[in-house]
């Protein structure tokens, strides 16, 4: 950086440091966040679980979104062979966590599991070119939007649910909230957000050519979204597959 170069650089920050305002009063701060909890506690109609899963599916539905509800014991089966079905080859995820090896373990011959353990530069042609799908467990939810929060990290990157045609997110239905003020508040977020928190509500789309909607522009083209309830209530696919079964 030349002389010229640094000589502007603190001019800049001289006046942003001259034109920073006053520290907020806590008090105020306080008073306001009550206001505003207040407000959205007004609003907010109390849902039961089964209706916030209702909700949850409808909205990511009506964005072209598939989604499946589960118990915990028969998610991984049920996945695996959807994802057979789909012609699925290989598929992307984090073995270290719970749900991404109870989805590696029930994969048939057919479909590959493999882990994000090296850096993109050293994978980036077969990360793009020969990856079917990704799988990501989302931290949480909205069920007023339809909203994944997910949170990337090492293991499974924010790649993981960009790159390949097909992303899978799991979410837990104990984890969904009425609406972001809802996920705001429960999660504290106020107390430090995490560096890298993506929110997504449905497959990747754009209008931009046309006003034509055209999916798979800038990121997966499908969306399929597992939530797993122990609630038979909310568990209507495994209630339609049992009674087949019997």
Known sequence: MNEHSQGARARIFERLRTCAPAAANVGAVDALDEHIDAHYTQRRVHASLAQNVQQFKSMLEAVHADVFCFSADAWPAEMARRLAEAGVRRLVLDTSCAEGAALAGALPEAVEALTYAQPIEAWKTE????????????????????????????????????????????????????????????????????????????????????????????????????????????????????????
Request: aromatic fraction near 4%; charge should be negative; charged fraction near 15%.
């Open 127 to 246: 990360l793009f070119e020969t990856i079917d799908a990704g799988f990501t467990v989302a931290r949480s939810g909205l069920a007023a939007t339809g909203t994944l929060i997910v949170v990337p990290d090492a293991n499974a990157p924010r790649t993981v649910s960009l790159v390949p045609p097909l992303h899978i997110a799991l979410i837990h239905a104990n984890t969904l909230h009425a609406d972001l003020h809802a996920a705001v508040a429960a999660e504290r977020w106020r107390d430090g957000m995490p560096t890298n928190l993506v929110m997504i509500s449905g497959p990747s789309k754009t209008s931009d050519i046309q006003q034509t909607t055209a999916y798979g522009a800038h990121g997966p083209r499908a969306l399929w979204v597992v939530v797993v309830t122990d609630d038979e209530a909310v568990n209507p696919q495994n209630k339609h597959e049992n009674g087949a079964a019997r």
